[in-house]
């Protein structure tokens, strides 16, 4: 079942964020983050910038948010999107659902364009996103730099 989140799912989606930054590959964070840290965060989704879980069983496999790109009104209709999924839910189809649903209710929120920024040593996320019509739309080198390492980072990019 997939759902807009409450504030009481946010530990999960706290924990299945700290869960990816560990992995040193799919976030820019190179600490863990707290629930306290990311409800103002969790607040700023609205209507049109939701953020959703996906629950089996009476547990969150995984979430999805939609911001805003850029913050200007022009790019309103563009939105970045973040993806994360639980360890024990990887490659069951939760991240294919999350990204399924959200396509389907971009038209509905005025959404034309959706932007992932990934790293590129990203290989899962990457060929997810491909799978789901995105594609390459800028290479920056070495603009991050975690844990010692300088890291390149793509952006994809699909019209809805």
């Not at 706290?14 to 964070?29: F, L, P, S």
């Not at 700023?44 to 879980?53: A, F, N």
């Not at 999107?81 to 659902?97: D, K, M, T």
Request: proline share 4%; with cysteine; hydrophobic share 45%.
């Amino acid at each position: 079942m997939i759902r807009t989140a409450i504030e009481s799912d946010l530990s999960a989606i706290v924990e299945i964020y700290n869960h990816a930054v560990a992995t040193k590959i799919i976030t820019a964070d190179v600490e863990p983050v707290t629930v306290e840290s990311r409800l103002a965060w969790f607040h700023s989704h609205s209507e049109q910038y939701p953020l959703w879980v996906l629950e089996r069983e009476g547990t969150i496999a995984g979430w999805f948010s939609l911001r805003m790109f850029y913050g200007r009104a022009a790019y309103r209709s563009t939105t970045e999107i973040s993806l994360y999924v639980a360890p024990q839910f990887h490659r069951q189809g939760v991240g294919q659902a999350l990204l399924t649903h959200a396509i389907d209710q971009c038209p509905k929120l005025g959404i034309h364009t959706l932007i992932a920024i990934v790293f590129a040593e990203n290989a899962p996320s990457i060929a997810l996103l491909r799978k789901f019509g995105f594609e390459q739309w800028g290479y920056l080198p070495q603009v991050a730099r975690s844990w010692e390492v300088d890291r390149d980072v793509i952006i994809l990019g699909r019209k809805v």
